[in-house]
């Protein structure tokens, strides 16, 4: 296997970060596996890239911190090297009616799925620009930021932000050869979906055409095409994982 430069993959200690940091190991990145809290998950996710003969590290910064995303994506690139890829897949929840939903909420998730993103996405960046070999970065988003949802609505906010945010850097560092693409999953089995109730399921499962929920490897496939050289001609576009469902 080729050995390839560093993808950061934040939020790979379970889920759908999971697998894509797991995928993208076995397609020969030097994969930065970012946790905050769940460390032993992390480190038992970068044990299974190494089993199958890949090649990674661990790295830890609080998303919903500027400065702590600063700091520590510089010493990573002091340690490994400069980043190839990035994959701003880390963020949270907060179903809630608008008029339940308190200024801390709203902070929260502003801050965690877009200018967490933002912020990570610069960090690497400038890490691409100096190193002069382009690179492609891919934001995970939602169907519901493109369909909207009621419930969801600062949640779905922040997911069509990402879209926003990708066309237009897409466009402001393609002379580096940098790309930029989003995926937009839809209804995929892990924590995030696992406490909806039987109800929430059947209702969502009558509105995917293909009759089933994905899995996160399924999305991790869309997000390997997007690294790799086999887009070299896609930046600024959307790929939706979501069996179907209409948006
Ligand atoms: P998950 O809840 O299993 O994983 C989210 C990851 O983000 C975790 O590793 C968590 O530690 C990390 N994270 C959360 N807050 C953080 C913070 N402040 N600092 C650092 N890391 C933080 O969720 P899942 O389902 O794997 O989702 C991954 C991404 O996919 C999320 O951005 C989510 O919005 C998006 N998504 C998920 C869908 C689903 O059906 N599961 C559907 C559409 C989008």
Not at 89 to 107: F, K, P, V, Y
Not at 108 to 133: D, F, H, P, Q, Y
């Amino acid at each position: 296997m080729t050995q390839k430069g560093v993808a950061l993959v934040t939020g790979a200690s379970r889920g759908i970060g999971a697998a894509i940091a797991k995928k993208l190991g076995s397609q020969g990145y030097l994969v930065g596996v970012h946790y905050r809290s769940g460390k032993s998950q992390a480190e038992a996710i970068l044990s299974e890239i190494k089993t199958a003969g890949g090649k990674g590290f661990l790295i830890s910064f609080n998303i919903g911190n500027p400065a702590d995303i600063t700091n520590t994506i510089e010493g990573m690139v002091k340690e490994y090297g400069p980043v190839a890829a990035l994959v701003n897949n880390a963020g949270i929840t907060g179903d809630a009616l608008l008029m339940r939903q308190s200024n801390e909420q709203i902070d929260e998730l502003l801050n965690v799925n877009l200018r967490g993103a933002i912020v990570c996405t610069r960090e690497c960046v400038k890490s691409m620009i100096k190193a002069k070999n382009g690179g492609s970065i891919v934001f995970i988003s939602s169907v519901v930021g493109e369909t909207g949802n009621a419930g969801q609505s600062v949640y779905s906010a922040t997911k069509s932000g990402l879209i926003g945010f990708a066309k237009s850097i897409a466009q402001e560092v393609a002379s580096r050869k940098i790309r930029s693409n989003v995926v937009t999953p839809g209804f995929i089995k892990t924590d995030m979906t696992e406490n909806l109730t039987d109800a929430q399921k059947e209702s969502i499962l009558r509105s995917i055409p293909l009759e089933r929920m994905g899995e996160p490897e399924e999305v991790a496939n869309a997000v390997a095409f997007l690294v790799g050289t086999d887009s070299r001609y896609i930046t600024g576009e959307v790929i939706a994982v979501n069996g179907g469902m209409s948006t």
